[in-house]
């Protein structure tokens, strides 16, 4: 079973950036499509990011478009999202996903890591 781990969360203030990276296992890494999403307290999950296995695909939501940047390395297992220009209304969890198929849909994700809190101070 695949295990997905995120980390990098955090306190920041408004305007300033952090990365998050989510582990994963398994040897077939660089064939999974990798997908980032976020839940707010009273709100639904959220798409935020993906990526295709190859990194050459990435898709964005509108809330983050040219702020927030999706990256792999498929050498490390890794996932990377780097963020720029919080605002307070990116406080949330943040959750890495991997699917089949590059999507938006997060009922598309099949396996999903733990979460990790990023909270941005206005």
């Known amino acids: 079973q695949v295990q997905l781990v995120e980390s990098g969360g955090g306190l920041v203030q408004a305007g300033g950036p952090l990365r998050l990276s989510c582990a994963v296992s398994g040897r077939t890494f660089g064939y999974y499509v990798m997908g980032w999403f976020r839940q707010a307290p009273g709100k639904e999950r959220e798409f935020v990011a993906t990526?295709?296995?190859?990194?050459?695909?990435?898709d964005y939501g509108e809330p983050v478009r040219g702020r927030f940047t999706i990256s792999r390395d498929n050498a490390k297992n890794t996932v990377y999202l780097q963020m720029n220009s919080l605002k307070p209304e990116d406080t949330a969890v943040y959750y890495c996903a991997k699917a089949s198929i590059v999507t938006t849909t997060s009922s598309r994700y099949d396996s999903w890591g733990q979460g990790t809190q990023v909270t941005v101070s206005s």
């Open positions: 990526i295709n296995g190859s990194g050459g695909y990435k």
